[in-house]
C-alpha cells in the first residue's frame, strides 16, 4: 500500500508541484496585465478575469493537495502540548484523521454531486466559453487526493502507535 503512496508522491512532485508553480505566475501575470492594461492604458481586457478565476481554483486546490502530501494544512494541535503520553498523542491524531476522513468523504460526494451537475447544464464562462466544470472538477480531484493522503496517514499513524507499543 505504501508503495502506491510513493508513487503518486514521485507524480506530484514531477507533475503537479510544477503544473501549480506554473499555474501561480500565469494568475499574477494575468493580473499584472489586467491592471496594467485598464489603469495605464484605459484597454479593457475582457475575459481576463474569468480565465484567472479558472486558474486560481485549480491552484487553489493543487495546493490543498500538495499541503495533503506534506501533512502541512493548519492545524489547532494543542494535544502535545497539554499531554506528554506518546500514546495519547497519537490515539488523538489517529481520532483526528479518521475525522478527517469522514469529511473528506463527505467532500468527495459534495464535489461529485457538483460536477455531474455542471455537466449536465452545460454552462460556460461568458467570454471564452469555457465549461464550468473545468474549474469545479478540480474539487473532485482534490477531494480524492486528499482523501488518500489521509488514507495514508491513518496507516502510518497506526504503524507508529503499533511501533510505540512495541517500544513501551
Known amino acids: 500500500m505504501m508503495r502506491i503512496f510513493k508513487f503518486l508522491d514521485w507524480l506530484l512532485d514531477r507533475i503537479v508541484g510544477p503544473i501549480a508553480a506554473v499555474i501561480g505566475l500565469l494568475v499574477a501575470l494575468g493580473f499584472v496585465v489586467g491592471i496594467t492594461a485598464r489603469s495605464i492604458l484605459g484597454i479593457a481586457l475582457f475575459g481576463v478575469e474569468e480565465l484567472i478565476l479558472l486558474a486560481v481554483v485549480w491552484f487553489y486546490m493543487l495546493g490543498a493537495i500538495l499541503a495533503s502530501k506534506e501533512r502541512a494544512h493548519l492545524q489547532a494541535d ?38 455531474q451537475w455542471a455537466l449536465a447544464r452545460g454552462q460556460s464562462t ?30 502510518s499513524d497506526i504503524q507508529a502507535l503499533k511501533d510505540h507499543n512495541k517500544m513501551t
Open 78 to 115: 494543542f494535544v502535545p502540548v497539554v499531554v506528554k503520553n506518546v500514546t495519547v498523542i497519537i490515539t488523538v491524531r489517529i481520532v483526528a484523521t479518521v475525522i478527517s476522513i469522514g469529511l473528506a468523504a463527505l467532500f468527495i460526494l459534495w464535489s461529485h454531486q457538483l460536477l
Open 126 to 155: 461568458p467570454v471564452f466559453s469555457v465549461p464550468m466544470y473545468v474549474a469545479q472538477a478540480s474539487l473532485f480531484v482534490a477531494a480524492i487526493l486528499m482523501t488518500l493522503y489521509l488514507l495514508r496517514d491513518l496507516f
